[in-house]
């Protein structure tokens, strides 16, 4: 029974021993970790991450479709506008940051972004120098729906 109890208490010690050392590898391994981490998300000039920031590499696409209004010269006497789909025209976007500033000892930083369009035509149905779209101008209608709605109503059609 001695026997028992002598392997029993030296089977626990060396678990909880094992299991110190292990949470205690953890607990290094964590930090360690976490102190990659917030070096890897300090922005400061000449480092990857300041560099990716400054100048970001995934490209930014921005796609526009049309409706193009196939019966412009009957929607013109009152009829009903019939419409195709058009597009897409896809423009390239830069977003580089410029005039990039390091300010309050490394604190804060300033800088300008400007954005720049470039057209991709591989990436488009047209060209939009050359292809002749014809839409409904939106806020032009509804102005004057409104409008002649409020004249109706002042002379009592409604």
């Known amino acids: 029974m001695r026997k028992f109890c ?3 208490v030296g089977i626990l010690s060396m678990t909880l021993l094992i299991a110190s050392v292990a949470l205690l590898v953890a607990h290094v391994l964590q930090r360690a970790v ?3 981490v917030k070096e890897g998300t300090v922005l ?3 480092t990857e991450t300041f560099d990716l920031w400054e100048d970001p590499p995934p490209p930014v696409y ?4 049309f409706f193009n209004v196939t019966n412009p010269l009957e ?6 506008p ?3 789909e058009i597009g897409p025209y896809t423009y390239r976007e830069y977003r580089p940051r410029v005039n990039v500033h390091i300010l309050d000892n490394g604190t804060r930083v300033s800088s300008v972004n400007p954005k720049t369009y470039v057209f991709e035509p591989e990436k488009s149905v047209g060209d939009p120098e050359v292809d002749l779209i014809r839409t409904v101008n939106i806020p032009a209608v509804v102005s004057s729906v ?3 709605a409020g004249i109706l109503l002042t002379c009592g059609y409604y």
């Open 6 to 8: 002598l392997s029993t």
């Open 34 to 36: 976490d102190l990659q």
């Open 44 to 46: 400061k000039n000449g």
């Open 62 to 65: 921005m796609q526009f479709y």
């Open 75 to 80: 929607v013109v006497s009152g009829d009903t």
């Open 82 to 84: 019939f419409v195709e």
């Open 146 to 148: 409104v409008f002649m």
